[in-house]
């Protein structure tokens, strides 16, 4: 089993950057595929970025490709992701989620994530 807990969201200015962490529980935290999704009020879940259990392959989403960045080490059981040129638009709850495994391909689907932390807290004010 494996607990998240995020840190780093917060309230900043349209065009800031954050650095959103994950600190994970337990030893086996380098089989597990890590991604970060978010939710805004009345909007859908939404896949923003994954990486797979050794760090060699990332994926993104279609709006904020080119703008984050999401980096691990395993040695240290905690994710990041970085964002950048930040938008209002970006503005939702973030989320870390985990999936037991050590396929290359990564799952862009929140159902198919076995464990969630908390969730923190993304501002942009315009």
């Known amino acids: 089993q494996v607990q998240l807990v995020e840190s780093g969201g917060g309230l900043v200015q349209a065009g800031g950057s954050l650095r959103l962490s994950c600190a994970a529980s337990?030893?086996?935290?380098?089989?597990?595929?890590m991604a970060w999704f978010r939710q805004a009020p009345g909007k859908e879940r939404e896949f923003v970025a994954g990486?797979?259990?050794?760090?060699?392959?990332?994926y993104y989403g279609d709006s904020v490709k080119g703008r984050v960045t999401i980096s691990r080490d395993n040695a240290k059981n905690t994710v990041y992701l970085q964002m950048n040129s930040l938008k209002p638009e970006d503005t939702a709850v973030y989320y870390c989620?985990?999936?037991?495994?050590?396929?290359?391909?990564?799952?862009?689907?929140?159902?198919?994530?076995?464990?969630w932390g908390q969730g923190t807290q993304v501002t942009v004010s315009s």
């Open positions: 989620a985990a999936r037991p495994s050590l396929s290359r391909t990564m799952r862009t689907r929140s159902y198919d994530y076995d464990y």
């Open positions: 337990g030893r086996t935290f380098s089989s597990y595929a």
């Open positions: 990486i797979i259990w050794s760090g060699t392959s990332t």
